[in-house]
């Protein structure tokens, strides 16, 4: 079977090291903001760019944190796409705001300018930006787009780890940017893991109280905070998988570039290009299909596991769907998430494994 994640095929090199950076965690006997800690946010920073990186529980966790340290709550709306998961609303939702729903480009799956400028009112403080599936574009009209209406501009990158847009880093573009290390992630934990980015001193000092019970220091509380701390061996991993990202996500996007060119079935849509290659990292490779149930036990039947990302658009959710969507309606969305389907494109993939997928694909014949 050809899976759309292979943990187990991570190499031995790597699982050594990883063992080891747990036993330096054991024998410090610290397993709370420590020194790992301290470590991992010191290298994804610089990754990223950015002045500061704040370890938190998850990314869910990193949207809500960055919020509440921007006073973002009850009365404000927030705009985001209701194609993502569902922790990208949920996040807004935990920290008082309300989420109104954008909708999306068709050829890209990304939210849509357009569709975001008629959901702006007086209540707008933010534009929350996913860079679905690892995709990053067009950041020069959503800048402009939020210094106009004086709101901010924030970022969900949770799926956009090293993608960057004219050389800087998904994240850094707006007011900070909330990463997700979920095991499935391009950069994943062994268990959950986030953290938020960036190069506002006071969003970072803010940041670190409110994920630690509100503590400006020991039991002194100046906020009502949240208790998501990122763990001492979770940082302890990260740092270990953080040396191999850059050959892992090169991985990717030859596998993505090898089926932009050798995937042709007139069943199949393939979403656009970027038009940088710096711009797609690739965490899912989603195509199109009018036909998709039917796709997908065709590729089962091949030994291929292909997954449904998102196949309920937020809006339709049952807890969702009383809040406020695109005046001109959500078509691309609901029209999006009853047809995609993500191929596997993870760095494990051999290039046989990958030639199979493709003739998997190019023989559907419904």
């Given at each position: ?14 699982k ?43 990314g ?10 921007l ?15 569902f922790?990208t609303?949920?996040?807004?939702i ?11 480009d ?25 860079h ?18 004086s709101?901010?501009?924030l ?14 880093s ?10 997700s290390?979920y ?21 970072a ?37 953080l ?20 995937i ?6 393939l ?9 797609h990292?690739?965490?899912l ?23 449904i ?44 494994q ?6 998997a ?6």
């Open positions: 079977m050809i899976l759309m994640n292979d943990f187990k095929a991570e190499s031995e090199a790597i050594e090291k990883e063992l080891i950076a747990v036993r330096r965690v054991l024998d410090s006997g610290w397993y709370i903001l420590g020194n790992e800690v301290k470590a991992f946010e010191s290298a994804w920073a610089q990754t990223c760019g950015a002045r500061h990186a704040i370890g938190v529980a998850n869910m966790d990193a949207i809500e944190v960055g919020l509440r340290a006073s973002i709550g009850p009365g404000d709306e927030v705009i985001t796409t209701s194609m993502s998961a922790a609303v949920l996040a807004i935990r920290a008082g705001a309300t989420p109104v729903l954008a909708d999306i068709a050829d890209t799956g990304l939210l849509s300018t357009a569709s975001v400028e008629r959901c702006i009112t007086k209540k707008t403080r933010a534009v929350l930006l996913v679905l599936y690892g995709h990053i574009r067009k950041v020069d009209e959503w800048i402009q787009l939020c210094e106009k209406n709101i901010f501009l970022e969900d990158c949770a799926q956009s780890h090293l993608a960057q847009y004219k050389g800087q998904a994240g850094t573009f707006g007011e900070w940017g909330a990463y290390f095991p499935t992630k391009n950069l994943g934990a062994i268990g959950d893991a986030g953290a938020l980015i960036t190069s506002r001193d006071d969003i000092s803010d940041s670190r109280i409110l994920l630690n019970y509100g503590q400006s220091k020991r039991y002194h509380h100046t906020k009502l905070g949240m208790n998501s701390r990122l763990d001492e061996i979770q940082a302890a991993l990260l740092s270990v998988r040396e191999y990202l850059t050959i892992g996500t090169e991985r990717r996007r030859n596998i993505a570039n090898t089926y932009f060119s050798h042709e079935n007139q069943h199949v849509k979403l656009a290009r970027p038009v940088q290659k710096e711009n990292v690739y965490h490779y989603v195509i199109l299909s009018k036909r998709r149930d039917q796709l997908s036990a065709h590729l089962a039947n091949q030994g291929i596991e292909a997954l990302h998102y196949p309920i658009p937020i809006h339709k959710q049952a807890p969702c769907s009383n809040l406020v969507t695109s005046p001109d309606g959500m078509i691309a969305s609901e029209t999006h998430a009853s047809q995609c389907i993500s191929l596997p494109c993870n760095p494990h993939l051999n290039d046989a990958v030639n199979c997928i493709i003739e694909v190019n023989a559907f014949n419904p």
